[in-house]
């Protein structure tokens, strides 16, 4: 008699079983896969009795517990951080306003429906989010996706991605504690902003490099399990700071993400995410209690009308403070009324911890099924919407809307303050996270090491002094990072006015220098006149020793930018190289060929210009003979008659095409002795030059007419304009291939001053 399978694994084969078939029928029916793994999990869990049940529900919670830290790891991957900043003003106004007031709303509702605190709180964060799967596949099925008013939808997404995982932060923070004091909440969110800069910053210093490192052993399997064990590594460090294990998740993948192997990664990964994440939505649906979801019919019912209603209400309030038209706003707040994935894990959230009722999870499932399927509706709708508004708001309100959008939209700041304020406020923060990180590191792992191996202060001596090594380049930077000279310079010298902020920015990185070197200093010791002393010491040396920090700092800096930028850097860099590949195969290719105008062909005496064969071929000529006589670049009104000998311009295939032509259309006669002069063509590649102002303006048509010469391709921003008509302008910095006798060729380039 055979062993007995272990339960994990039957669990498992019915899991992906239903799964699978849950899959198929929700794919035939184009609904989103999500649902369809929810009933998945309902149908094998104890509430269904029509099929075998799983029979261990712990295996499951620890498959769902790994699914939704790969789900998190995923989006993290899908994330970057230069996308969060490109997100845009009005994307990211309109997602505060919206998170804002539907959170407040939804924990008044609840406490409204008699729930407890933290059921209300908990609800807030399920109506934080939209659903991106359903709102993407809604534009995709309503081409809409390339509608102005969509990329404002997009960068909503993003800002609520981050702010939703931020929230599962301090819901965990908060049911943990049981503990709603307002200071508390504030140094959490501090703490979490400080954790997140310093994994940010030494992830992308550290990553990207130790990949660039191991390069040349980074296959597709080598890679997932680095990633994967990268994925789980800061798991265990952010679950061992306090912080969720999604937390975790999302920030290495978005880390991963600013490196050149993120589409790799992400597509290696795919699989197992599918997997995981399909194990995950399974056991969510586990928790659906069908009775329990009839009982609370009317909360859905209320809980579906809030976030229908108020995520319409306040998306479009959002999008018209942010500076949005009133139609645009309109078509914005209906396409984000519904809740979303977020929303089942910020569920699943707090009945795992325990602080949730049961019936919050099956709230949140009968709200998203509706609003799943009133979301295509609603953006349809949104004309109609519109229409409506303009028809019954009075008339000032309108005015004042499309008024405030305008003057909104004409606001410019002023880039020379603007860059001085960025610099001065990312060099401070940047340095100082640094510095308290190191500090900190310092003071908790090696102080106690070395306090084992040393008595007295010479543990706290030795401490102190690695601290200082460690930290001087970054406080170097806080106070020698600063804006060029000349453009302090020019603000100094352009109004007395600008010299008061100026003394003021130079005076705080002062006092941060000062208030560093005492924070870390009072780390291991407490004579604040000692620090003070040691502060003045260190500002003389930084002074003297400027030059060599300077150029340490700027190591590290060029450094963590390259990293950050690296796929940026090495894709601008392929594509470079295949513009200059494709244009080293098109001047390879392109050349001169004689041929001969048959006897009887039917283009005899009809002008060049009727022909087309600019057009027809893609080819030009660059001189007729005709016996002794030359004619060179001929224009359109020109005639060809038999035996003319024709300079054809074209690349290979170009050129045997047209010779095919005119083998067609009549015997070609063998050819006589070579004709002088005809080799006295060429064809060169010249740029005109950017600063130049005699070419501007002009025409190709001007070149043929002025110099006898033929403009053959035009190369503008990596683009190739083969054959441009005559009334092609000229523009600066174009590369131009002409084609001319030797003598024109040399005149034209003096002429125009061409290089």
């Known amino acids: 008699m055979g062993e007995h399978l272990p339960t994990l694994i039957t669990d498992l084969g019915l899991i992906l079983c239903v799964g699978a078939v849950t899959t198929l029928i929700f794919k035939r029916i184009n609904q989103p896969l999500v649902l369809g793994y929810i009933i998945a999990g309902f149908l094998v869990s104890p509430h269904f009795s029509f099929i075998p049940s799983i029979a261990d529900e712990h295996n499951v919670e620890i498959w769902a517990k790994i699914g939704v830290i790969f789900l998190l790891f995923s989006l993290g991957l899908e994330f970057s951080f230069k996308k969060l900043l490109n997100v845009g003003g009005s994307a990211s106004i309109t997602a505060i306003v919206e998170i804002f007031c539907i959170v407040t709303v939804g924990y008044f509702a609840g406490r409204f429906m008699n729930w407890s605190t933290m059921d209300s709180v908990f609800l807030g964060g399920i109506l934080a989010s939209s659903s991106t799967t359903i709102i993407i596949r809604a534009f995709d099925e309503l081409g809409l996706k390339r509608k102005k008013f969509a990329k404002v939808v997009f960068g909503i997404l993003i800002i609520e991605d981050i702010v939703v995982i931020l929230l599962m932060v301090m819901l965990s923070t908060m049911a943990v504690s049981q503990h709603f004091n307002g200071g508390e909440m504030v140094v959490s969110f501090i703490k979490l902003g400080f954790f997140l800069a310093v994994w940010f910053i030494g ?40 912080f969720s294990i999604e937390l975790g998740a999302f920030v290495m993948g978005s880390i991963l993400a600013e490196t050149v192997y993120a589409e790799k990664i992400e597509h290696n990964f795919e699989s197992v995410k599918n ?18 979801m009839y009982e609370h019919k009317w909360t859905i019912l209320i809980v579906t009308l809030i976030t229908i209603l108020g995520k319409l209400l306040f998306t479009a309030i959002g999008a018209i403070i942010s500076g949005q038209p009133l139609k645009q706003s309109v078509q914005v707040g209906m396409s984000m009324a519904q809740i979303g994935e977020f929303a089942f894990i910020v569920a699943g959230l707090g009945l795992s911890l325990g602080v949730t009722s049961d019936f919050l999870f099956p709230v949140a499932i009968g709200v998203s099924a509706i609003t799943t399927f009133t979301t295509p509706y609603l953006i349809k709708s949104s004309e109609v919407v519109y229409n409506i508004l303009i028809k019954i708001l009075p008339q000032k309100v309108i005015k004042g809307i499309e008024s405030y959008s305008s003057d909104t939209q004409r606001i410019h700041d002023d880039n020379k303050w603007k860059k001085i304020i960025i610099q001065t406020i990312s060099t401070i923060s940047i340095n100082s996270v640094i510095i308290i990180a190191i500090t900190l590191i310092v003071e908790n792992y090696f102080l106690p090491f070395l306090m084992t191996w040393f008595t007295g202060f010479g543990g706290s001596i030795i401490s102190l002094v690695i601290t200082f090594i460690l930290c001087i380049p970054f406080i170097w930077a806080i106070i020698g990072s600063k804006p060029k000279k000349e453009i302090i310079n020019e603000f100094w010298d352009e109004s007395i006015y600008n010299r008061a902020p100026l003394i003021a920015i130079i005076s705080i990185r002062l006092t941060l220098v000062v208030f560093c070197v005492i924070f870390i200093y009072n780390q291991f010791f407490s004579s604040k006149i000692a620090s003070l002393i040691l502060a003045l010491v260190l500002l003389i040396t930084m002074y003297y020793l400027s030059k060599y920090f300077n150029q340490f700092y700027n190591y590290i800096q060029t450094k963590f930018i390259f990293n950050l930028n690296e796929r940026e850097i090495i894709q601008k860099k392929n594509e470079e190289k295949k513009k200059k590949e494709k244009f080293q195969y098109t001047w390879d290719n392109t050349h001169i060929s004689d041929m001969i105008v048959p006897q009887n062909a039917n283009f005899i005496g009809v002008p060049l210009g009727d022909l087309d064969w600019r057009t027809k071929f893609h080819i030009n000529i660059a001189y007729i003979k005709r016996g002794d006589r030359i004619l060179q670049t ?20 170009q050129l045997q095409k047209f010779e095919r032509y005119l083998q067609i259309i009549g015997e070609t006669p063998p050819e006589d002795n070579e004709i002088k002069n005809t080799d006295n063509f060429t064809l060169q590649k010249v740029v005109v030059p950017k600063d130049s102002s005699i070419l501007e303006n002009k025409t190709v048509g001007d070149i043929k007419d002025d110099s006898k010469a033929i403009v053959v391709s035009i190369e503008r921003d990596g683009k190739f304009i083969q054959n441009p008509d005559r009334n092609a302008e000229i523009k600066l910095g174009d590369y131009l291939t002409i084609v001319a006798d030797k003598k024109s060729l040399k005149s034209l380039i003096q002429k125009y001053e061409l290089k």
Do not use: H, Q
């Open 634 to 653: 001929p224009n359109s009104e020109s005639a060809l008659y038999p035996f003319d000998k024709i300079g054809i311009i074209g690349n290979d295939e």
């Open 203 to 242: 992830g992308i210093f550290i990553i990207p490099t130790f990949l660039r490192s191991i390069k040349n052993y980074l296959d597709d399997e080598t890679l997932l399990v680095i990633s994967v064990g990268l994925c789980l590594g800061m798991v265990y460090i952010a679950d061992s700071a306090g």
């Open 275 to 292: 997997l995981f994440a399909t194990i995950f939505f399974i056991s969510i649906g586990m928790m659906i209690d069908p009775v329990s």
